[in-house]
T-cell receptor
C-alpha cells in the first residue's frame, strides 16, 4: 500500500537549534517527494521537492532534505530554527501526472525561546 | 503570477444543504486537484481534473463531485451535507505539461463548517 509516515506528531526545538523532521514512504512506482508547510488557517506552501538527480535538495527558508532510497526516507533539515518556522509540516509522495499526492499526518513544530 | 485562489474562504451550512466551492488555478496551469483536510483523517485526495476531464478520483462518496471549465477554473460540489464534511478544502494546480510529474501549488483553502 502507498503511504507516508511522519513518526513525530509534535516537536519542540529551541530557537537557533537544528531541526530534523522524519519522513518515510512506501510507494510502488518512482516516487516524487515533497515537503509542504502550513501555518494556521493557511494553505500549503511548497518548501522543496525531489524528482531525480542529486539526493540532497535545497528549498526555501533555509530548508534542505535528503532522499535515501535504501531507507525509503526523505527527512527535512534546517541548521538553525527561527521562531517564524513554527508551523505544521507535511511530507508527501506522488507519481506520474494525474496521480494524487499522498500525505503524511504532519508534524507540528513549536519553537521555544 | 497570481497564486491559486479559492472562494469563498469560509462557509457555514446546515446538514442536508449543498455547497459549491470554486478554485482558480495559476495562469497557464491545466490540472486542478482537490483535497479535504480534517484533524482526524488528515489530507485526503478528492479528485483531479485536466482539460475539463476528471482524470483521477479518490475514495469519497458520490455526494462529492466536481467539474472544470475551459479556462481551467474548477468547482467542487457537495450535496446533502453531513456534519463530517466539515473540513478545510484545498485546491491545487499544476501545469502537467507533456504528462510529466509537476509540482502542485495549493490555494489558501475554503473552511466549511456544517451545523
Amino acid at each position: 500500500a502507498q503511504s507516508v509516515t511522519q513518526p513525530d506528531i509534535h516537536i519542540t526545538v529551541s530557537e537557533g537549534a537544528s531541526l530534523e523532521l522524519r519522513c518515510n514512504y512506501s510507494y510502488g512506482a518512482t516516487p516524487y517527494l515533497f515537503w509542504y508547510v502550513q501555518s494556521p488557517g493557511q494553505g500549503l506552501q511548497l518548501l522543496l521537492k525531489y524528482f531525480s538527480g542529486d539526493t540532497l535538495v535545497q528549498g526555501i527558508k533555509g530548508f534542505e532534505a535528503e532522499f535515501k532510497r535504501s531507507q525509503s526516507s526523505f527527512n527535512l533539515r534546517k541548521p538553525s530554527v527561527h521562531w517564524s518556522d513554527a508551523a505544521e509540516y507535511f511530507c508527501a509522495v506522488g507519481g506520474q501526472a494525474g496521480t494524487a499526492l499522498i500525505f503524511g499526518k504532519g508534524t507540528t513544530l513549536s519553537v521555544s525561546s | 503570477k497570481a497564486g491559486v485562489t479559492q472562494t469563498p474562504r469560509y462557509l457555514i451550512k446546515t446538514r442536508g444543504q449543498q455547497v459549491t466551492l470554486s478554485c482558480s488555478p495559476i495562469s497557464g496551469h491545466r490540472s486542478v486537484s482537490w483535497y479535504q483536510q480534517t484533524p482526524g483523517q488528515g489530507l485526503q485526495f478528492l479528485f483531479e481534473y485536466f482539460s475539463e476531464t476528471q482524470r483521477n478520483k479518490g475514495n469519497f462518496p458520490g455526494r462529492f463531485s466536481g467539474r472544470q471549465f475551459s479556462n481551467s477554473r474548477s468547482e467542487m460540489n457537495v450535496s446533502t451535507l453531513e456534519l463530517g464534511d466539515s473540513a478545510l478544502y484545498l485546491c491545487a494546480s499544476s501545469s502537467n505539461i507533456g504528462g510529466r510529474v509537476e509540482t502542485q501549488y495549493f490555494g489558501p483553502g475554503t473552511r466549511l463548517l456544517v451545523l
